[in-house]
């Protein structure tokens, strides 16, 4: 069975568990993830997915270019599904996960609270505690950080999802879900072996469409996104979300 085919055998947003312990990876159309999610309506979707058009441009990346923006948090998320936000913290990775950015503490603004306890929020961190808990049914609870971004292209300027190139993140488990793209090209994620070896490639294309992946087992980035229209605002959000074990 070829890996496309094995996405199109899913029957719901849980049985990506299975492909992610054979693979190390999968991809869940957006049709998919809103049923796993318990259905989200319009409404509340339309809340959520507005909050990026608040976003902080990142200044750690200022003399690579001013192309992203994020917010960030931080939960202790149970086995059973409950989150809970800890104190805001610094985001952390080593150099060995982070060669460009690695090895300082990065602070970031935080992540509004009406959209951190909003029902979709919450549903998305209760989804990744049921889907990731299949592979660890040991682990009672997550350290979960949260990133908010907005990746912008430009005249003359990609946009870099992964300016790191392709790169693991330090934890243990690890689920982008695309929020919106507007007018751009390009943005495909792909998933490497340790010796770099391509295992599989997909474009998040729609709202919820999302990618699950194994940080320990394998590598991930995101080509450059660029503008369709120079003249419009381009750009591609992302809610990420990564787990490690308390």
Known sequence: MTYHEAMSNFTNVTDAAALLASRGFAFVDGGRMKDGLGGVSDVNWRTFADSWNDLIVDAYLAEH????????AVFSLSKDGEAGRLPHRPHYQSKTYNTLQGGIERWFEPIASEIA????F??????CARVFGRLAPDVDSWDVETHQFRIEAK????????????????????LVMLIDRTNISSGTTTIHDHDGTQLGSFTLAHPLDSALVDD????HGVTPVLPVDDTMP????????TLKKQ
């Open 65 to 72: 270019g001013t192309f992203r923006r994020r917010r960030h």
């Open 117 to 120: 306890d909003s029902s979709v």
């Open 122 to 127: 919450r549903s998305i961190l209760a989804l």
């Open 155 to 174: 005249r003359g300027q990609a946009g870099l999802p992964t300016p790191e190139g392709v790169h693991r993140d330090g934890v243990d488990y690890v």
């Open 216 to 219: 320990g087992r394998v590598f």
């Open 234 to 241: 381009a750009f591609r959000d992302v809610l990420v979300v």
